[in-house]
């Protein structure tokens, strides 16, 4: 660090208090203040938020801990890249008189030899638990992957679903690709409550790991799945939230095939990426999708309008219109009668865009269209009784 240059942000964690804290130039950005463990674990919800107010210094932070012989709360700085930290339930006091907590103990503080040790003197590696986690379990979950190596059983294969989910949920790049080595079943659902009823790749795009969500089509999930019940196909999902890098690699291996079907909403991959919260992905992510064969339809303007930006102009917004329009679509498409029989000029003038309103009627839209509460739109993008002046 030069001379001069903002010094990061120091997170410091008291061991003897259980005191989290965060300081950035002397002053503190975060305190739990004396707590217990597992105050400490909800504290991290609230410490990765402050931290993310200072992105820029969060590729920079270091830690200091008070003890690093007998350290109970384990810091990760994760790619993302905010603040992580992980306080493993084994470490708790009540289960220090657990009779497999040494193990567990390693296994939470990533000791790759404590672990090796440990276990080649225990013979129910497979069968020990501490709340419901086997050893293996317990490994994928804290994110240590030379650790998984070391308790992965040799000579057999294990199946279990939730292992691959457990490290896709927790957002552990290199745990998912050592059981993705391992062979782990990749498209198998697991088969607890949150995530039955979606593949691995629906759950990692769902959250927004691209690394993890390429890592597995390369492994070569199935890119056509669906999700059962609403019948999301992965590049909806990935459309939905706007993931350009996993969509491109859905297309590249084949998605294209299936991108105009529908979800059970009647959805598809392209009305998806029309309502992304992410405006500034929209535009691009729509060229990618018609490049790969979307067809589009009048009321997918109405989408567009329905999902424009509230009450600030953007260049984003201002781009999306044209490219459908472009492709031959009727600008003046009625909604169906649960919204009301509006236009699109109706619900940009709604959204507050009066900047979208001269730029339909620019492209031929009419403010003679009256909604079934018997309003209107005026050029100026305000919304009065038809009957008004």
């Not at 979606?198 to 492994?219: D, E, K």
Request: hydrophobic share 40%; proline share 5%.
């Amino acid at each position: 660090m030069q001379p001069g240059e903002a010094q990061p942000p120091t997170l410091t964690f008291n061991d003897d208090q259980f005191w989290l804290e965060i300081k950035k130039d002397k002053t503190s950005l975060f305190s739990t203040g004396p707590a217990d463990v597992t105050q400490l674990v909800q504290a991290h919800v609230t410490a990765s938020k402050k931290l993310s107010e200072y992105e820029s210094y969060a590729t920079s932070l270091f830690v200091t801990p008070s003890s690093l012989n007998d350290l109970k709360c384990l810091i990760k700085v994760g790619h993302n890249p905010y603040l992580r930290c992980y306080i493993p339930r084994a470490l708790q006091c009540n289960y220090k008189d657990h009779e497999h907590f040494d193990l567990y103990y390693a296994i939470a503080t990533g000791n790759v030899a404590e672990v090796k040790r440990i276990a080649a003197a225990k013979s129910n590696l497979t069968t020990l638990q501490l709340e419901g986690y086997t050893a293996l379990q317990f490994a994928v979950r804290n994110g240590f992957p030379e650790v998984v190596k070391a308790l992965w059983p040799q000579g057999t294969s294990v199946n279990s679903p939730s292992l691959l989910v457990t490290a896709i949920t927790s957002d552990f790049p290199d745990t998912v690709q050592v059981l993705l080595d391992k062979k782990v079943d990749v498209d198998a659902s697991d088969d607890t409550a949150n995530y039955k009823e979606l593949s691995p790749l629906h759950v990692a795009i769902g959250q927004g790991s691209t690394r993890i969500s390429l890592s597995l089509l390369r492994a070569n999930a199935k890119f056509d799945s669906f999700a059962v019940r609403s019948n999301q196909t992965p590049l909806m999902l990935a459309a939905e939230v706007g993931n350009l890098w996993v969509s491109e690699e859905l297309l590249q291996r084949g998605a294209n095939k299936t991108i105009n079907l529908k979800n059970t909403n009647g959805i598809g991959a392209l009305q998806c990426a029309l309502e992304c919260s992410r405006r500034n992905l929209v535009p691009q992510m729509l060229k990618m999708l018609f490049a790969a064969g979307a067809t589009v339809d009048s009321l997918d303007l109405i989408k567009a309008a329905m999902a424009c930006e509230h009450g600030k102009e953007n260049p984003y917004d201002a781009t999306i219109f044209p490219m459908l329009l472009d492709r031959g679509i009727d600008i003046n498409t009625r909604a169906p009668e649960q919204n009301k029989h509006r236009t699109a000029v109706h619900f940009v003038a709604e959204n507050k865009r009066p900047d979208l309103v001269q730029l339909l009627v620019s492209r031929g839209a009419s403010l003679d269209h009256i909604d079934t509460d018997g309003n209107k739109v005026t050029p100026d993008g305000k919304i009065i009784k038809a009957q008004e002046k």
